[in-house]
């Protein structure tokens, strides 16, 4: 054996070594990596992967890098158990359609991007049977954001859904879209905070809209009463 293959032999063995001893994890595959016990997630492929495993019990996922759902793909957050996804400093850029399905707590800074950017053309679905809760927690954050043309579909029926950005000079939703809003909590109780803010016209049934600055800034605003 040359001195070469006698330092890769004793290396190798010192690595064996360690790791039997809890102080050094040989690398894995990339995919082990990312999901194995800490439940991250890079792209949308490996998100799937993780809804699969979790589909009966549900779980709390974090997002390691933005999800992007491209124009013509869909994504359904859904789990028969409660989920709870962190998307960090990341978010959902939308250009197809994301539908919230579970009983949800969604929490993420919101600063960089909004925790749901809604793209012209995308569409977000909130199921009428589901418990949610989107909550950006950073200062100048957007909970949900919609472009020209984008669409989103609230609950139709009455139940705790909760749209929240309660930090410094926040907004918990902003439009350039008309924006129907319906059996929605909406607050932005943060310093400068404003509740909604749209370029097209809001529509509120059944809707509570609470800021520290206004609640609502619209061209025009309509409560069904």
């Known amino acids: 054996m040359t001195c070469k293959l006698r330092i890769a032999a004793i290396v190798l063995s010192i690595c064996l070594l360690w790791q039997g001893m809890g102080l050094f994890a040989l690398p894995t595959s990339a995919h082990q990596e990312r999901l194995g016990d800490s439940d991250i997630v890079y792209s949308i492929d490996e998100l799937k992967d993780w809804l699969d495993r979790h589909y009966k019990q549900g779980g709390k996922v974090s997002l390691g890098a933005s999800i992007h759902v491209a124009e013509g793909e869909s994504l359904s957050l859904f789990t028969v158990g409660s989920l709870a996804i962190s998307t960090n400093d990341f978010g959902f850029y939308v250009g197809g359609s994301v539908t919230l399905g579970s009983d949800m707590t969604v929490t993420g800074y919101g600063t960089n991007m909004p925790l749901f950017d809604i793209a012209g053309g995308g569409v977000l679905m909130m199921n009428l049977s589901s418990d949610i809760t989107i909550i950006a927690t950073g200062p100048y954050a957007r909970a949900l954001r919609l472009a020209e043309q984008a669409e989103a579909h609230f609950p139709i029926s009455y139940l705790s859904c909760r749209i929240s950005a309660p930090g410094w000079r926040s907004v918990a939703i ?27 016209e809001v529509s509120l049934w059944l809707t509570k809209v609470d800021a520290r600055v206004q609640p609502i800034e619209a061209p025009s605003i309509d409560i069904d009463t």
């Not at 439009?175 to 749209?198: E, F, Q, T, W």
């Open 174 to 200: 902003e439009s350039a879209a008309p924006l129907p809003l319906s059996h929605l909590l909406i607050d932005a109780n943060g310093y400068g905070g404003r509740g909604v803010v749209s370029s097209e």
